[in-house]
């Protein structure tokens, strides 16, 4: 049986104030509804993402920015940092940890100022607070490691299709600068190298 993480909520001081900070992100809203005077919900989604956040009245018992180290995943930390700038939001440098990953965790290991030297798969970050003091680590991701993504392929956005398509035409068209003639089975080659790249597995040549 699949079991899908959906939501994590937040404990939050002033839900309106709360609303405004992660509407300035972008993020989509996907609900704000009053059940009664003690309960309110409110819903966004980060732009891709298969998970959302609530926060509202009623929800829960937790100390308004208790939650930490939240992952937001990406392809680029220099983009989603500069992104997260121009939407006003005070961001930390670009860092990473001295050893390991023990650092993305506050007080937790030295963490080096810049992005780590060999570009390792998801040791590059940069972390930010909410308006509360909820907090957030992004993670440089530009790909998966082999075997984290299992069963069914799928894009959560149209952006991160179209440019998983156009990297398999670029890579398509060395194929076929290789075999020397056109690839009649493009289709199939296509949706291979799209799997295979999203599973972290080699791709296909």
């Known amino acids: 049986m699949d079991m899908k993480l959906e939501v994590i909520v937040l404990p939050v001081t002033d839900v309106d104030r709360a609303k405004e900070f992660y509407s300035k992100l972008g993020w989509r809203l996907?609900?704000?509804?009053?059940?009664n005077e003690l309960c309110r919900l409110v819903q966004f989604t980060p732009p891709g993402s298969s998970c959302s956040i609530q926060f509202g009245l009623g929800l829960t018992s937790a100390t308004p920015g208790s939650i930490q180290s939240l992952f937001l995943v990406v392809k680029d930390i220099e983009s989603a940092r500069a992104e997260?700038?121009?939407?006003?939001?005070?961001?930390?440098?670009?860092?990473?940890?001295?050893?390991?990953?023990?650092?993305?965790?506050?007080?937790?290991?030295?963490?080096?100022?810049?992005?780590?030297?060999?570009?390792?798969?998801?040791?590059?970050?940069?972390?930010?607070?909410?308006?509360?003091?909820?907090?957030w680590l992004v993670q440089e991701m530009p790909k998966r490691l082999p075997g984290r993504v299992t069963g069914?392929?799928?894009?959560?956005?149209?952006?991160?299709?179209?440019?998983?398509?156009?990297?398999?035409?670029?890579?398509?068209?060395?194929?076929?600068?290789?075999?020397?003639?056109?690839d009649v089975n493009w289709a199939k080659w296509y949706a291979e190298y799209m799997i295979k790249e999203q599973s972290g597995e080699e791709l296909p040549k």
Not at 30 to 35: E, N, Q
Not at 95 to 123: K, L, Y
Not at 156 to 179: C, F, P, Q, V, Y
């Open 30 to 35: 996907d609900a704000d509804f009053t059940i």
């Open 152 to 182: 069914n392929t799928a894009y959560t956005s149209l952006n991160d299709l179209t440019e998983a398509m156009i990297r398999a035409s670029k890579a398509h068209g060395e194929h076929e600068k290789r075999i020397g003639h056109e």
């Open 84 to 135: 997260l700038i121009a939407h006003g939001v005070k961001v930390s440098g670009v860092f990473h940890c001295s050893e390991g990953f023990a650092c993305m965790f506050a007080d937790n290991g030295e963490r080096v100022s810049g992005p780590q030297p060999e570009r390792r798969i998801g040791q590059t970050f940069v972390t930010f607070s909410d308006i509360d003091g909820n907090g």
